[in-house]
């Protein structure tokens, strides 16, 4: 399809959805064989095997929460989405929560909070939460909203609902901005998509809240740009490997350490790879090569299959695939209603 079109819009809400159930299966595993994950994979390809459903986890809940409060209110409203968090968890507290923002959701659920940015701030010691669960929740924004100054800010204040340190919330402006260059068709341009990306972080951790969150956790002055800068040196080798991108850009539960990660994925697998089967598309291998890397599978998977399902639209997600997962064709419904949502304000409707 071509730019912000509904095939992009349903791959995208689609394949976070499938990216989270099926990196359930590997989430914290230190290593994941390559042939562990294409036994995983084929079986979700083979109807008769009867696996059943794969459950969504808390990545995708919150994102539900998300979607259902944009189209809800035509657009952001903090104390719609908090309450959305805190009634989401309580009704299904164990879709694999991170343990501190267990406590933040609990404390939105109380009638006499005020403000509802106060939970996530009291965070680690007033320091707010560094996790990637502002940015694993981040694409329905770039959904909503055609505006990239509007996808900035509200994926930055929908993650400070809970995560409250720059290191949190900027993933998730990251991983927004991301979703949106791909629904635009950025990715027929690799280097360029990287170097968009890059120039908008440069601006984004441009100020005095992300320079102080850097000193005190002895990160670069600019976190995300350094890590982007190490996205689109692995880009330009020919051979990387596993355990190099590991190193260099890491795969655990920290947005500055899963974000750039899924990014990655996305641009790696643009083009077939040796350790990938030769007659699976791109979305297949992003999500296959997520998984291989280990760690923060679900979450990774699901960053990066949002940001390749925009690209590659939803032709390019196996049927079954879609069958097998929980909440997937929610997405897809739910994918068509923000279309409207996005055309509508693009239209200034
Ligand atoms: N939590 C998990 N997986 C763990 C295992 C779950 C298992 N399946 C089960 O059911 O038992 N996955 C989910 O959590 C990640 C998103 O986490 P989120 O929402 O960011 O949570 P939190 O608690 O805010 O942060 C996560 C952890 O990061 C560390 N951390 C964050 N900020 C910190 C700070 N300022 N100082 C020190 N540590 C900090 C803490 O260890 C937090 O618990 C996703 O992977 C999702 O899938
Ligand atoms: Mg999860
Ligand atoms: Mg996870």
């Given amino acids: 399809g071509g730019p912000a079109s509904l095939s992009r819009f349903r791959g995208a809400l689609v394949a976070a959805v499938l990216g989270d159930c099926v990196g359930g299966e590997f989430e914290g595993a230190e290593e994941v064989p390559m042939e562990s994950v294409l036994q995983h994979l084929s079986s979700l390809y083979d109807e008769t095997k009867g696996n059943g459903i794969l459950e969504y986890s808390d990545d995708t809940a919150m994102a539900r929460c998300v979607v259902q409060s944009l189209l809800t209110r035509a657009g952001f409203d903090e104390q719609d989405m908090a309450r959305r968090f805190a009634k989401e968890y309580s009704a299904s507290p164990g879709r694999g929560y991170g343990s501190g923002v267990i406590q933040v959701l609990k404390k939105l659920s109380s009638p006499q909070l005020s403000d509802v940015y106060q939970p996530a701030r009291d965070q680690f010691n007033g320091r707010g939460s560094f996790g990637n669960g ?70 984004v951790e441009g100020n005095e809240a992300t320079r102080n969150d850097a000193r005190i956790l002895k990160e670069a002055e600019k976190p995300f740009c350094e890590r982007l800068h190490r996205v689109r040196d692995l880009m330009d080798r020919s051979k990387v490997s596993i355990e190099e991108v590991i190193s260099e850009l890491g795969n655990g539960i920290a947005a500055l350490h899963s974000v750039p990660t899924a990014i990655f994925c996305v641009l790696h697998c643009l083009q077939p790879r040796e350790c990938l089967p030769e007659n699976y598309g791109g979305l297949e291998r992003t999500i296959a090569y997520s998984l291989a890397l280990g760690g923060d599978t679900d979450t990774i998977a699901c960053m990066a299959g949002a940001i390749a399902g925009a690209h590659y639209g939803i032709e390019a997600i196996p ?22 949502l996005y055309h509508q304000s693009s239209q200034g409707g």
């Fill in 134 to 203: 502002g940015a694993m929740r981040a694409a329905p924004f770039a959904l909503a909203f055609p505006d990239p100054v509007d996808v900035k800010r509200f994926a930055r204040l929908g993650a400070m609902l809970t995560h409250s340190c720059s290191l949190g919330y900027n993933g998730a402006v990251l991983q927004a901005l991301a979703v949106h260059l791909s629904l635009q068709g950025a990715l027929d341009l690799p280097q360029q998509f990287i170097s968009r990306l890059i120039t908008e972080m440069e601006e």
């Fill in 319 to 340: 049927q079954s695939w879609i069958k097998c997962c929980e909440g997937a064709e929610d997405a897809d419904m739910n994918a068509e209603r923000l279309h409207m």
